[in-house]
């Protein structure tokens, strides 16, 4: 964990426990030892820094990569491990960044979505996350975060009270054969498992 994000780290755990009452149910699955894709439900900017700050160990994370264009905000979110993703002509090169990563034993926060929910609940997934499924073989690990939808929902300009959970499921290793589909529809098949059990995780 290098400096930058260790402060950051140690920032958000701050305002997420102390202003948030921040708990997590099921943080036994949270100790999952090696590589994993961890993937969530999106509803809010806090989604990102508020689940980071829930594992011990570092998280690369995704983000647009219009954001990188200012160098200042380029910098710091590169010493926050996060990957810039073209969303409208994704690239090899984030894949196979993604690969070596999680090959590499780390693991890689996703939000299936691919974007921040309108009114809380999830959404259909993309299958952009079912292809780094396929592609990586890497065991997946189900979250879901309540709480920050009512503290920072999409298009809200200030903070608002709330109470945020962070729902932790039990790791599972995909079965692509099990699917009985190739290529783009095996990425949905796979994207789609993975919500249902996002969904399916409750307080």
């Known amino acids: 964990m290098n400096l930058s994000y260790r402060i950051g780290h140690t920032i958000f755990r701050a305002v997420a426990r102390s202003f948030y009452d921040f708990r997590v149910i099921g943080e036994e699955n949270l100790k999952l030892a ?5 993937v969530a439900n999106h509803v809010s900017f806090l989604d990102p820094p508020f689940i980071g700050q829930a594992f011990d160990e570092p998280l690369y994370f995704f983000a647009r990569k219009s954001l990188f264009d200012h160098p200042m905000a380029g ?6 491990q996060t990957i810039p993703v073209d969303k409208d002509k994704p690239d090899a090169s984030s894949l196979k960044s993604t690969i070596r990563l999680l090959k590499s034993g780390k693991k890689i926060l996703m939000f299936p979505e691919g974007t921040r929910s309108l009114d809380g609940k999830p959404q259909k997934a993309e299958a952009g996350v079912g292809l780094f499924i396929a592609k990586s073989s890497a065991p997946v690990l189900p979250v879901r975060i309540y709480g920050s939808y009512e503290a920072y929902p999409r298009g809200a300009k200030f903070l608002r009270p709330a109470q945020i959970r962070l729902v932790v499921g039990k790791p599972y290793q995909p079965d692509l054969k099990a699917h009985g ?13 993975v919500m249902e059990r996002i969904s399916e995780l409750t307080l």
């Open 181 to 193: 589909q190739e290529g783009r529809d095996l990425y949905q098949a796979l994207a789609d498992e």
């Open 75 to 80: 910098k710091l979110l590169r010493s926050w």
């Open 34 to 38: 090696g590589p994993a894709l961890i």
